[in-house]
C-alpha cells in the first residue's frame, strides 16, 4: 500500500521541549514532530505531511519552507527529532475532511524523489550495511560543543568533491557507490578509483572506505588535481557497526596504500582539555585556502580521536564547519 503522503491526523499528544518558548513536540501517528506553539490543543485535526512531501512552490503555508527548496525532511530541532510536519487544517479551503483522509492531490504535494546522480551507471540502491556519508553543520547543532569538550579530536579538511564509498561485504563482490546508489562498474570515476587501489583485494571483507573523489571535472576542482584521486575521511567496520577512530584509520589508509583526508591539528592532553570551544573559534579554524593553491577551502570536519556517539546528532560525533569567505564568494 502506498503510504499516504499528506493526510488529516489528530494531534495525540503535546509536550514542552527544555529551553524551547515557541515549540513544542507533537506526536501525529508514531511520528514526533515539532510544532508551533499555539497552534494546536491535543485532540485537535492536522494536515499531517511525511517527510520527503515535496510542497509546492506558490503556496503561503509552504513559503517557510522555501530555504530547504520546499522539501519536507526528517530535523532535528532543539535536541529533538521532527519528522514531518503537521500543519492547522485552516490551510485547506472548505470543510475539513475526515482523519484519514489523503490530500495530497488537492494541495499540489508530491513525493520527493532524489535523481540518480550518474544515470545509467546506477546498479541499484546504496548498502545498507553501511552509513550514508554526511555532515551537520556546527551551527545546526551546537549542542557537539558539550559533547566534544575534553576529548582528544581532530580536524580534517573539507574537500569539495563527490562523496564515494566502497564496500566489501563479508561474501559478495566489492560495490561502489556515490552518495545514495551502488554503480554498475565501468568507466565512472567510483570503479576507476577502485581498480587503481585495487580495492577488490585490497579491502578486508566487511569492511567499508568512504572518502571524497576530487579531480578533473568534479566541481571546481580547487585542489587543482591532474587525474582524478580519492581521499579517504571514513573507515567502517560493518562486522561490529563501528568506524575507525583516528589512530587505526590513519593506520588502515596507510597500509593499504590510500590516501586521507589532509589532517590539518590532531588536539590532545592538556590543549584538548583547555581548547577555545567558542563557535568564532571554530569558524576562523575554516577559513584558508587548499594548500598550494589560491582556492578557498569549503571548511573543515572536526572528530573526536576516538569514536563517540553523540546524543545531539543521533549517531557519530562528527561535524563540519563551513569557510564563511567560501559561502560567501564562492558557493555555486
Ligand atoms: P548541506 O546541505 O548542508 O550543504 P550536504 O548534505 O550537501 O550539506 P556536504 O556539505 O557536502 O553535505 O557535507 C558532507 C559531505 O562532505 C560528506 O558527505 C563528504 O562527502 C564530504 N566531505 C568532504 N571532505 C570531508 C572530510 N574531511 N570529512 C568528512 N566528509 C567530507
Ligand atoms: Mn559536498
Ligand atoms: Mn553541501
Known amino acids: 500500500m502506498e503510504r499516504?503522503?499528506?493526510?488529516?491526523?489528530?494531534?495525540?499528544?503535546?509536550?514542552?521541549?527544555?529551553?524551547?518558548?515557541?515549540?513544542?513536540?507533537?506526536?501525529?501517528?508514531?511520528?514526533?514532530?515539532?510544532v508551533r506553539k499555539g497552534e494546536f490543543a491535543p485532540g485537535d485535526a492536522c494536515v499531517f505531511f511525511e517527510i520527503d512531501s515535496q510542497l509546492p512552490e506558490g503556496a503561503p503555508w509552504a513559503e517557510f519552507l522555501r530555504a530547504r527548496s520546499f522539501r519536507v525532511k526528517t530535523a532535528r530541532l532543539r535536541g529533538v527529532l521532527s519528522q514531518g510536519l503537521a500543519l492547522p487544517t485552516s490551510i485547506l479551503?472548505?470543510?475539513?475532511?475526515?482523519?484519514?483522509?489523503?490530500?495530497?492531490?488537492?494541495?499540489?504535494?508530491?513525493?520527493?524523489?532524489?535523481?540518480?546522480?550518474?544515470?545509467s551507471d546506477v546498479a541499484g540502491p546504496f548498502p545498507g550495511e553501511v552509513p550514508r556519508t554526511d555532515e551537520i553543520r556546527l551551527q545546526s547543532a551546537l549542542g557537539?560543543?558539550?559533547?566534544?569538550?575534553g576529548h582528544d579530536f581532530f580536524v580534517t579538511t573539507k574537500l569539495d568533491g563527490t562523496s564515494a564509498t566502497f564496500f566489501k561485504s563479508l561474501d559478495g563482490p566489492l560495490v561502489a557507490c556515490s552518495r545514495n546508489w551502488s554503480l554498475r562498474p565501468g568507466t565512472n570515476r567510483a570503479w576507476t578509483v577502485a581498480k587503481r587501489y585495487s580495492?577488490?583485494?585490497?579491502?578486508?571483507?566487511?569492511?567499508?572506505?568512504?572518502?571524497?573523489?576530487?579531480?578533473?571535472?568534479?566541481?571546481?576542482?580547487?585542489?587543482?588535481?591532474?587525474?582524478?584521486?580519492?581521499?579517504?575521511?571514513?573507515?567502517?567496520?560493518?562486522?561490529?557497526?563501528?568506524?575507525?577512530?583516528?589512530?587505526?584509520?590513519?593506520s588502515f589508509c596507510a597500509r593499504h596504500g590510500l590516501r586521507t583526508v589532509p589532517v590539518e591539528h590532531v588536539v590532545t592532553g592538556e590543549a584538548a582539555r583547555t581548547f577555545d570551544q567558542g563557535l568564532e573559534h571554530y569558524l576562523r579554524l575554516a577559513q584558508g585556502l587548499y594548500p598550494g593553491t589560491k582556492n578557498r577551502k569549503e571548511g573543515i570536519v572536526i572528530r573526536p580521536l576516538v569514536e563517540r556517539h553523540s546524543p545531539t546528532l543521533g549517531g557519530r560525533l562528527s561535524f563540519k564547519v563551513i569557510n564563511n569567505d567560501f559561502l560567501l564568494k564562492d558557493e555555486d
Request: aromatic fraction near 6%.
Open 4 to 34: 499516504k503522503l499528506v493526510s488529516i491526523q489528530r494531534i495525540d499528544h503535546l509536550e514542552a521541549i527544555p529551553g524551547a518558548d515557541n515549540i513544542l513536540k507533537a506526536r501525529v501517528m508514531g511520528w514526533d514532530v515539532v
Open 144 to 149: 557537539v560543543l558539550d559533547e566534544l569538550r
Open 93 to 119: 479551503e472548505g470543510t475539513v475532511p475526515p482523519e484519514g483522509t489523503d490530500v495530497r492531490d488537492s494541495l499540489g504535494v508530491v513525493k520527493y524523489e532524489p535523481a540518480p546522480p550518474e544515470g
Open 199 to 250: 580495492l577488490d583485494t585490497a579491502l578486508p571483507p566487511g569492511f567499508a572506505i568512504q572518502g571524497e573523489l576530487c579531480g578533473p571535472g568534479i566541481q571546481k576542482n580547487r585542489l587543482g588535481l591532474a587525474e582524478v584521486d580519492l581521499f579517504v575521511f571514513s573507515v567502517h567496520d560493518t562486522r561490529t557497526g563501528q568506524f575507525l577512530g583516528h589512530a587505526d584509520f590513519v
